[in-house]
Nanobody, 122 residues
Framework: VQLQRRGGLVQAGVSLRLSCQAS????????VGWFRQAPGKEREFVGG????????YIEDFVKGRFAISRDNAKNTVYLQMNSLKPEDTAVYYC?????????????????WGQGTLVTVSS
């Protein structure tokens, strides 16, 4: 999987959408999770989406601001981030697993994007 939309430096309060695209024809059979790792902290699960797109899960600390969607015709999953805060500053990763549903555990994903840094200034 590849992160297509790079992060970058943004101001607090703005929106940013990250894309995660996979090559090959099996994307629609992969659940995708989004993780992030802030400087000096462990990687944490942000949310994910089932391979059908019917089920999504967003962690409470970003619920109401972040949303996940997918377009299987484009082999792409999106992480829409609204009302960004400085504490959202992190390297964001997408990861895929060949199951219907997502997992909050990073070790249950076997295909990772390279990560992209999102820096939110106050």
């Amino acid at each position: 999987v590849q992160l297509q939309r790079r992060g970058g430096l943004v101001q607090a309060g703005v929106s940013l959408r990250l894309s995660c695209q996979a090559s090959g024809g099996t994307f629609s059979s992969l659940a995708v999770g989004w993780f992030r790792q802030a400087p000096g902290k462990e990687r944490e699960f942000v949310g994910g989406i089932s391979f059908s797109g019917i089920s999504t899960y967003i962690e409470d600390f970003v619920k109401g601001r972040f949303a996940i969607s997918r377009d299987n015709a484009k082999n792409t999953v999106y992480l829409q981030m609204n009302s960004l805060k400085p504490e959202d500053t992190a390297v964001y990763y997408c990861a895929a697993r060949p199951y219907y549903g997502v997992s909050i555990r990073a070790d249950e994903y076997d295909n990772w994007g390279q990560g992209t840094l999102v820096t939110v200034s106050s």
